[in-house]
């Protein structure tokens, strides 16, 4: 099993910069990627920025050039750096990650933080 804590949401001025950090814990070493989604209110929840655990990276166009998503070296927490802050980045944004289930040979499974809100007003 792999848990997931977020930190590092808040209120920020549209142009700012915020950055959220997620610490996984349990069976880390089995993680095969990492990500971050949000959900805005009366929106479906979309992808925002994944990495892999070869270091890997790919974003959503709307955040191409504004957020960064990266790794510590023990690959067990992600951060998303986020500059540029848009009104229309509002949203709970949400960490999850992918790992090999140990019980179940190839099957991958999905551990989600609990969320944390991101407000960027204009």
């Known amino acids: 099993q792999v848990t997931l804590v977020e930190s590092g949401g808040g209120l920020v001025q549209a142009g700012g910069s915020l950055r959220l950090s997620c610490a996984a814990s349990?069976?880390?070493?089995?993680?095969?990627?990492m990500g971050w989604s949000r959900q805005a209110p009366g929106k479906q929840r979309e992808l925002v920025a994944r990495i892999t655990s070869n270091g890997n990276t790919n974003y959503a166009d709307s955040v191409k050039g504004r957020f960064t998503i990266s790794t510590n070296n023990a690959k067990n927490t992600v951060y998303l750096q986020m500059n540029s802050l848009k009104p229309e980045d509002t949203a709970v944004y949400y960490c999850?990650?992918?790992?090999?289930?140990?019980?179940?040979?190839?099957?991958?499974?999905?551990?989600w933080g609990q969320g944390t809100q991101v407000t960027v007003s204009s």
């Open positions: 349990g069976s880390v070493a089995s993680i095969n990627a």
């Open positions: 999850d990650a992918l790992w090999q289930n140990p019980i179940v040979s190839g099957l991958v499974s999905r551990s």
